[in-house]
């Protein structure tokens, strides 16, 4: 079962402000996205039903706005802490060692969105040199979607870590 770990949601961490703001515009921006895609499969399915021809570049849409909306959501769900967490033997060790091992796996993912970003500054401009057959749309708008939503992602996977590094020294009170 997941339980919220998350280092910057509503229920945890920092206390709703600018940051909170921007994660739940994210999460409207992926709730848009999501009606845009919808919306022009729709199209598509009722003027192939029809027999009327498929406008150029509909088909194209929803496949390159996708990614958009799996980084985008996967950075508002990030903020929420709503992941799937798979916690079952993490629980099983004392608070030392659920610190131990979130930093150990929340470094882990820190470094693969690093290396996301890394491998960008390569994909990005060559991909902004290709263009999509039927929108005519440089894929560079398209494979951007990797590194922005990487960014975004670890933001809260930074605060996160942070609070699992001061779990490992509690205050004394």
Same mark, same amino acid.
């Given at each position: 079962?997941?339980?919220?770990?998350?280092?910057?949601?509503?229920?945890?961490?920092?206390p709703?402000?600018?940051?909170?703001?921007?994660?739940?515009?994210?999460g409207?921006?992926?709730?848009?996205?999501?009606?845009?895609?919808?919306?022009?499969?729709?199209?598509?399915?009722?003027?192939?039903?029809?027999?009327?021809?498929?406008?150029?570049?509909?088909?194209e849409i929803?496949?390159?706005?996708f990614?958009?909306?799996v980084?985008?959501?996967?950075?508002?769900?990030?903020?929420?802490g709503e992941?799937?967490?798979?916690?079952?033997?993490?629980l099983r060790f004392? #608070?030392? *060692?659920?610190?131990?091992?979130?930093?150990?796996?929340?470094? +882990?993912?820190i470094? @693969?969105? !690093?290396? /996301?970003?890394?491998?960008?500054?390569t994909?990005?401009?060559n991909?902004?040199?290709q263009?999509?057959?039927g929108?005519?749309? #440089?894929? *560079?708008?398209?494979?951007?979607a990797?590194p922005v939503?990487? +960014?975004?992602?670890? @933001?809260? !996977?930074? /605060?996160?870590?942070?609070?699992?590094v001061?779990?490992?020294?509690?205050k004394?009170?």
């Amino acid at each position: 079962m997941a339980q919220n770990h998350g280092g910057g949601g509503p229920r945890e961490g920092p206390p709703p402000g600018v940051l909170t703001r921007i994660y739940d515009g994210l999460g409207l921006v992926g709730g848009l996205i999501l009606a845009v895609m919808t919306f022009a499969v729709f199209v598509q399915v009722v003027f192939r039903y029809l027999g009327l021809t498929v406008i150029d570049g509909l088909e194209e849409i929803p496949r390159y706005l996708f990614i958009w909306l799996v980084m985008i959501g996967s950075a508002a769900a990030m903020w929420r802490g709503e992941h799937t967490a798979l916690d079952y033997f993490v629980l099983r060790f004392g #608070p030392k *060692g659920q610190a131990i091992t979130r930093i150990v796996s929340l470094s +882990a993912c820190i470094w @693969v969105f !690093l290396y /996301l970003i890394k491998l960008s500054w390569t994909l990005v401009p060559n991909a902004q040199l290709q263009t999509s057959a039927g929108l005519e749309l #440089p894929l *560079g708008y398209v494979f951007v979607a990797v590194p922005v939503g990487a +960014a975004l992602i670890l @933001v809260p !996977l930074v /605060l996160q870590l942070a609070k699992a590094v001061r779990a490992l020294w509690p205050k004394r009170s």
